[in-house]
């Protein structure tokens, strides 16, 4: 049941993450971090149907780990990503990349090696109050100084400070979460009554705020690894030394669990960085490096600004023309002994 439950959502967390970077990415910059980034995302049909694959995929995981553990359920959704390269092949109609064959080699391979190495087991259904207090310190503090430190810079360095952080909020949520589904067991009078019960809406929120600021940086392959990886393994920590679950702790079996960790987050890496993977073809227009806010996309022969499509040309376009071509002609061997090669309609 848990392992069932683990596979089906991370094929909808998967889903939900490409439609949601498709909508975050078309958001103003200076929404990142604020509520208001989420409001302006929920006016978009793509963003609500991948919150709604996220509802989906958040169901089966409480499912899941109401009858599996951390250290088992977690890292199986890092598989999603299995699921998403085919589906996104058979979507574009091409053909897969070889490194959509290696990618997704290392990933199954390393989950295979380390959760049959590490052996997991059910541990406690909940811990002490003491450990909370350390768990949230270790965990919130690092996660929002990650977030500040990515909203401080720009491109793929902000995209996966931003998604670390994310991870590391979605792994303690997972504990949250958890122990939710214990109390539900228990009866809706525990759960109401609880704690863990707030603290996992307002974390919810918080990452989801902070993945959907990584998410609008920019393309998935700037944020996604990132975001695949930190959190199974936060969520391995904290099953492993907060919730006592078992692992295999012996010092081949260690070697071997870090061996298999090490080859999901090269495959995730790997996968990433598909050109079959969604979003990796992205280019964002707040960019100065790939694009001009002022002189329009550049002609990549040249590096040349082209026209503007869409409208005549005006007069101060011809002048960037010009100018554009004289910068050409001044370093083109043909120059020095034809001379500049310019349109009669624009030098006049």
Do not use: N
């Not at 058979?90 to 990618?103: E, I, T, Y």
């Not at 100084?145 to 995209?159: D, M, N």
């Not at 280019?283 to 040249?302: E, F, I, K, L, Y």
């Amino acid at each position: 049941m848990a392992v069932v439950a683990a596979l089906g959502a991370a094929v909808l967390y998967a889903l939900a993450s490409v439609l949601q970077q498709k909508a975050a990415a078309e958001q103003p910059p200076q929404r990142a971090l604020r509520v208001g980034l989420l409001v302006g995302l929920a006016a978009r049909r793509t963003w609500l149907a991948g919150i709604a694959a996220d509802g989906a995929a958040f169901v089966l995981q409480f499912v899941a780990l109401s009858h599996g553990s951390l250290v088992l359920v977690q890292p199986l959704l890092v598989s999603g990503l299995l699921f998403a390269v085919p589906l996104s092949v058979a979507l574009h109609r091409c053909r897969p990349a070889r490194v959509d064959w290696s990618g997704s080699a290392l990933v199954a391979a390393g989950l295979a090696l380390f959760l049959v190495v590490a052996q997991p087991k059910q541990g406690d259904a909940d811990t002490t109050a003491w450990t909370w207090v350390l768990l949230l310190t270790a965990t919130v503090v690092p996660a929002a100084a990650l977030a500040l430190a990515g909203r401080a810079r720009r491109g793929a360095l902000a995209a996966g400070l931003l998604a670390a952080s994310g991870g590391v909020i979605y792994g303690l949520t997972a504990a949250l979460t958890k122990v939710v589904g214990h109390l539900l067991g228990r009866g809706v009078l525990h759960v109401v009554t609880a704690w863990q019960t707030y603290a996992l809406v307002v974390l919810g929120v918080a990452g989801m705020v902070v993945v959907q600021s990584a998410f609008q940086v920019g393309p998935l392959a700037w944020s996604l690894p990132t975001l695949t990886v930190a959190d199974p393994v936060v969520s391995i920590a904290i099953g492993a030394f907060a919730f006592g679950e078992h692992v295999a702790s012996g010092p081949l079996s260690t070697v071997l669990e870090l061996v298999g960790l090490s080859a999901v987050a090269a495959g995730v890496y790997t996968l990433a960085g598909s050109p079959s993977m969604p979003g990796v073809g992205y280019a964002d227009d707040r960019d100065p490096h790939v694009q001009s806010a002022t002189s329009g996309p550049v002609t990549p022969a040249t590096g040349a600004p082209r026209a503007p499509r869409g409208r005549d040309v005006q007069p101060e376009d011809a002048v960037e023309a010009v100018e554009a071509v004289d910068a050409v002609d001044a370093v083109s061997p043909r120059s020095t002994s034809t001379g500049p090669m310019r349109s009669s309609k624009l030098s006049q």
